[in-house]
C-alpha cells in the first residue's frame, strides 16, 4: 500500500529522472536560408523569426524579413549583442511592440530605425523614439510565485487527489525539488526534494492508494 506522499514523490521521481535525461542547452541550428557564425547571424529576406537565438551573438541581422511582431523578449539576454539590423520590416507597434519599445531604450547595442507599419495612426515612426505605445491593450503578465537560484531548470506538472505539483529538475546539481500548490495561500509551497543518481524507474503496475 502506497500513501498519498508515496505516490507524489514517485510521480515527482519519474518527471525528475525525464528531465533529466533530457535537458541541456539550447543548440541553435541555422537555417538554410541565413548565414551563421559563432558571432553573427544574418537572415535578410528569409521571412526567419527566431524563437531562440545564442547569448554569444554580436551581430544579428533580420531586415527586410516581412516581420510584424517578435517573439516577447527575443533579446533580452544578447549581452554581447553590437549590431541589429532591423530594417524593412512591416513592425505592428501595438502592445505587441511594448516590450521591444523598452527593449531598445535600455540596449546598448547599435539599432537600426524600427519603423512602424501600423496601427494607422502610428504609420511612419520610429519605434527608437517612443516613451509609449498609444495602443495599449490588456496583455497577460506572468506573476513570479516561486523563485529558484539554480540554473539549466526542467520543469514539469502533475496531479494527484485534486492537489497539483510541480517538479523541478536541476541536473547540474543531481537534484529534483517538488512544489505542491497552496489553494489557501494561492502561490506554490516545499512539498519534497530528491537527490541522487540512482536512475531506476519505478513501476506503477499494482500500485494501489490508500483512500
Known amino acids: 500500500y502506497f500513501n498519498m506522499r508515496t505516490v507524489a514523490i514517485i510521480s515527482a521521481l519519474v518527471l525528475c529522472l525525464a528531465?533529466?535525461?533530457n535537458a541541456g542547452k539550447k543548440v541553435f541550428k541555422c537555417p538554410s536560408s541565413c548565414s551563421c557564425s559563432k558571432e553573427s547571424i544574418i537572415c535578410v529576406g528569409s521571412s526567419y523569426i527566431p524563437r531562440f537565438i545564442p547569448n554569444d551573438v554580436s551581430s544579428l541581422s533580420l531586415a527586410n524579413n516581412n516581420i510584424k511582431a517578435l517573439p516577447r523578449d527575443l533579446f533580452i539576454d544578447?549581452?554581447?549583442l553590437i549590431e541589429l539590423d532591423l530594417r524593412g520590416n512591416v513592425f505592428e507597434c501595438d502592445c505587441r511592440a511594448k516590450w521591444l519599445m523598452m527593449w531598445l531604450k535600455s540596449?546598448?547595442?547599435t539599432v537600426s530605425d524600427v519603423l512602424c507599419a501600423g496601427p494607422e495612426e502610428m504609420k511612419g515612426k520610429r519605434l527608437n523614439d517612443m516613451a509609449s505605445l498609444h495602443n495599449e491593450c490588456?496583455?497577460?503578465?506572468f506573476i513570479p510565485l516561486h523563485s529558484v537560484s539554480t540554473e539549466s531548470l526542467s520543469v514539469d506538472t502533475f496531479s494527484h487527489k485534486n492537489d497539483?505539483?510541480?517538479a523541478i529538475a536541476a541536473p547540474n546539481i543531481e537534484s529534483c525539488m517538488v512544489l505542491q500548490w497552496d489553494h489557501?495561500?494561492?502561490n506554490f509551497r516545499s512539498y519534497d526534494n530528491?537527490?541522487?543518481?540512482v536512475m531506476v524507474k519505478?513501476?506503477?503496475e499494482g500500485l494501489r492508494m490508500a483512500k
Open 19 to 21: 528531465s533529466l535525461g
Open 78 to 80: 544578447l549581452d554581447s
Open 107 to 109: 540596449t546598448n547595442a
Open 138 to 141: 490588456i496583455s497577460t503578465d
Open 164 to 166: 497539483v505539483y510541480v
Open 184 to 186: 489557501i495561500e494561492m
Open 194 to 197: 530528491i537527490t541522487g543518481t
Open 202 to 204: 519505478p513501476s506503477y
